[in-house]
């Protein structure tokens, strides 16, 4: 992998990432762009103890433009977009319109090819190995950022989930906190390992998972794939590399070969769930990677966490989406319409020829 880091016109970081080792990456953005100008702030919840992230200026980001004015495509034909370059392998840059920004974090955009017309799932094996160098990388350098305590890398695919733009995509977030959702499996995970003895709670899923064994979509000899005992989402799997690790740094040679088979054979999957001739299956991608630093207090042991990806759609069936109303909205208390159990099922008999 060879790694180019540049400027956009505004100032902002561009970043290629090259299967070829020589690759040349010099095209200026000749945009006339304005400096970026944010109002991004970070406020909290003194009732739920949570954070809440308000950013005005994302009012303005581009949505829905037609795919000759696509500004995740390379630059070509006298037309310039966020990427200078006539052709890419994988491009990171900084969000033009971030949800957070400097002291508050940072937000970039990963384009997993320059392929305007593909998904993920359309990626070779090789490409997608190359998105996770990606990942990876970003999340060691947004770990050495003083104001970053919680890396995550997500996708978010078709305009049901609220996606703005059709191009192949993901983000990754620099959070100035740990999430709630973090926070709540590392209390538990506490939780458990104080009640058992000191096991661990994310080592006793996959080992629950593998001996049932009904809930298992798939398994290599590096990771397993499962619908979880207690899913919110109609169609949600777990990823999980067999040997435990932290975060996406950590990863070894074995599991990061393994993983681009492992992962495009599950998006491959995600789009026949509901048959022949449906649209495109909608989905959140969302790698869950230990944070940094302290956490109410008390220093988190980024050790017992288990770095694992979490994939669901909010397509319930054919046409009909799940929606989070009141209970789920108004509660948290999710109502799943399709056990985890038939879920998996469905996921093994979509399975390649």
């Known amino acids: 992998m060879k790694k180019t880091s540049t400027r956009l016109a505004d100032g902002r970081e561009l970043l290629y990432y090259d299967s070829r080792d020589d690759v040349v990456r010099d095209e200026a953005d000749l945009r006339p762009l304005d400096p970026v100008s944010t109002a991004s702030e970070v406020r909290h919840d003194p009732l739920l103890g949570d954070a809440v992230a308000v950013a005005s200026h994302r009012q303005g980001r581009i949505y829905h433009p037609p795919a000759d004015e696509c500004p995740l495509c390379p630059s070509r034909d006298g037309r310039f977009s966020e990427i200078p370059a006539p052709q890419y392998d994988v491009a990171v840059f900084e969000n033009r319109f971030p949800s957070l920004a400097g002291d508050s974090g940072r937000c970039e955009v990963v384009c997993f090819t320059s392929d305007h017309d593909a998904s993920f799932a359309d990626l070779t094996e090789e490409q997608a190995a190359l998105v996770l160098e990606a990942w990876t990388d970003r999340t060691a350098e947004l770990a050495e950022l003083p104001q970053v305590k919680q890396v995550f890398c997500f996708e978010n695919r078709g305009a049901e989930i609220?996606?703005?733009l059709g191009h192949p995509h993901g983000q990754i977030y620099g959070y100035p906190f740990v999430t709630p959702r973090t926070d709540l499996m590392l209390r538990s995970a506490d939780a458990f390992a104080e009640s058992s003895g000191g096991r661990n709670v994310f080592d006793e899923v996959v080992a629950r998972e593998l001996a049932e064994g009904t809930r298992v979509v798939m398994e290599g000899e590096h990771w397993v794939a499962f619908v979880p005992y207690a899913a919110h989402w109609p169609y949600e799997v777990h990823l999980y590399p067999k040997k435990r690790v932290p975060d996406l740094r950590f990863l070894d040679e074995e599991a990061r070969t393994e993983f681009p088979q492992m992962y495009l054979e599950l998006l491959r999957?995600?789009?026949?769930?509901?048959?022949?001739?449906?649209?495109?299956?909608?989905?959140?991608?969302?790698?869950?990677?230990?944070?940094?630093?302290?956490l109410d207090g008390y220093r988190v042991n980024r050790d017992e966490f288990a770095l694992h990806l979490e994939l669901f759609t909010i397509r319930r069936t054919s046409g009909k989406l799940?929606?989070?109303?009141?209970?789920?909205?108004?509660?948290?208390?999710?109502?799943?319409?399709?056990?985890?159990?038939?879920?998996?099922?469905?996921?093994?008999?979509?399975?390649?020829?």
């Open 269 to 294: 999957r995600f789009d026949r769930i509901f048959g022949e001739g449906e649209p495109p299956t909608p989905y959140i991608s969302a790698w869950h990677q230990a944070p940094f630093g302290e």
């Open 162 to 164: 609220g996606v703005t």
């Open 322 to 353: 799940k929606f989070l109303a009141g209970s789920e909205s108004g509660m948290n208390v999710f109502i799943n319409d399709v056990p985890p159990e038939s879920a998996a099922e469905r996921l093994r008999e979509v399975a390649s020829k």
